[in-house]
Antibody
Framework: EVQLLESGGGLVQPGGSLRLSCAAS????????MSWVRQAPGKGLEWVSA????????YYADSVKGRFTISRDNSKNTLYLQIDSLRAEDTAVYYC??????????????WGQGTLVTVSS | EIVLTQSPATLSLSPGERATLSCRAS??????LAWYQQKPGQAPRLLIYDASNGATGIPARFSGSGSGTDFTLTISSLEPEDFAVYYCQQRSNWPITFGQGTRLEIK
């Protein structure tokens, strides 16, 4: 059974930083691209970032480019999102999602339950 | 960036009725379109991928069609658990994009 468990969310001041983690199990982690998708309160889904199975390819939405860094540790079956220079508009539930293949554009076969990031002073 | 426009924004129907949801892309996405269902307080769930393929464990009442720029998600006979928000998503080009969602509510 595929399981994705996010952690690391919380309340942070504008300009602050957080590192989100996603622990994966139930599949061969290194064989699949992974992604972060966020959802602001009461709003729709917004793709944030993706990383290939090997970690060699990374992709970002324009809204987060230069502030967010996606990475993965295939030895630990864990996906990360380093979030810097946080803004109020980054407030959202951040979902970890498993991609449908190792690289390239993907659909999201499985999703975690999300971790809430709140940016406020 | 490919913009996905879903219609209607809200659809009010009764259990047992047929639901037809639309997703239109600003340029061709071939068949690289997926549909997701999201219930309150839950993560999204993949329903349909590559326009017309049902994901694992999805009931047969859910079907998808279309290619290019126009896509449809059809629920043949609504069950009470089907009332939720539905999103389309394209994987034709980076950045990956989602539609704004259609809320399916009980009439």
């Amino acid at each position: 059974e595929v399981q994705l468990l996010e952690s690391g969310g919380g309340l942070v001041q504008p300009g602050g930083s957080l590192r989100l983690s996603c622990a994966a199990s139930g599949f061969i982690f290194s064989s699949y691209a992974m992604s972060w998708v966020r959802q602001a309160p009461g709003k729709g889904l917004e793709w944030v970032s993706a990383i290939s199975g090997s970690g060699g390819g990374t992709y970002y939405a324009d809204s987060v480019k230069g502030r967010f860094t996606i990475s993965r540790d295939n030895s630990k079956n864990t996906l990360y999102l380093q979030i810097d220079s946080l803004r109020a508009e980054d407030t959202a539930v951040y979902y970890c999602a498993k991609g449908s293949r190792a690289s390239g554009t993907i659909r999201f076969d499985y999703w975690g339950q999300g971790t809430l990031v709140t940016v406020s002073s | 960036e490919i913009v996905l426009t879903q219609s209607p924004a809200t659809l009010s129907l009764s259990p047992g009725e047929r639901a037809t949801l639309s997703c239109r892309a600003s340029q061709s996405v071939s068949s690289y379109l997926a549909w997701y269902q999201q219930k309150p307080g839950q993560a999204p769930r993949l329903l349909i991928y590559d326009a017309s393929n049902g994901a694992t464990g999805i009931p047969a009442r859910f079907s998808g069609s279309g290619s290019g720029t126009d896509f449809t998600l059809t629920i043949s006979s609504l069950e009470p658990e089907d009332f939720a928000v539905y999103y389309c998503q394209q994987r034709s080009n980076w950045p990956i994009t989602f539609g704004q969602g259609t809320r399916l509510e009980i009439k």
